[in-house]
C-alpha cells in the first residue's frame, strides 16, 4: 500500500511539473517589436533598360540594352519581330509592369511573344 502511495505522489507531482512547464510561456512578457519590419531598398538606374526578347518569329532574340523610353516597336524593330504584337507599339516599354530588378541592381524586362 505504500508502494501505490509513493507512485501515486511521484505521478501528482509530474503533472504538477508538467502543468508549470506548459504555463511557463503564457506569463513571459510579450515581444514589444512586430514580426515584419520594412526595408527600403534602392537601386541605381542609368537610364538604360536591358530587354530581353524571345519568342516565335523573332529573328534575333537575345538581350538588348534599350534607352528608357523606347517603344515596343522599336524593340521589335531591332529583334526583327514579325508577327502581330500583343503589346502595343507605339508605347513605351513600361519598367513598372514588364520590368524586374535584378540581384545585380539592373532592370531588365522579360518579353516573350
Do not use: N
Not at 507531482?13 to 510561456?25: N, Q, Y
Not at 512586430?34 to 527600403?40: H, I, N, Q, S, W
Amino acid at each position: 500500500m505504500r508502494a501505490a502511495l509513493v507512485k501515486c505522489c511521484a505521478a501528482a507531482v509530474a503533472v504538477v511539473l508538467c502543468t508549470a512547464v506548459a504555463l511557463l510561456p503564457a506569463i513571459a512578457p510579450p515581444k514589444q517589436e512586430g514580426l515584419f519590419t520594412p526595408v527600403r531598398q534602392s537601386a541605381p538606374f542609368d537610364g538604360y533598360l536591358y530587354a530581353i526578347v524571345q519568342g516565335e518569329g523573332v529573328a534575333f532574340p537575345g538581350s538588348y540594352r534599350i534607352p528608357h523610353g523606347t517603344t515596343y516597336g522599336e524593340l521589335f524593330a531591332l529583334a526583327g519581330y514579325a508577327g502581330s504584337s500583343p503589346y502595343p507599339l507605339d508605347e513605351a516599354v513600361r519598367l513598372g509592369e514588364d520590368a524586374v530588378l535584378g540581384e545585380d541592381g539592373v532592370w531588365r524586362a522579360y518579353i516573350v511573344v
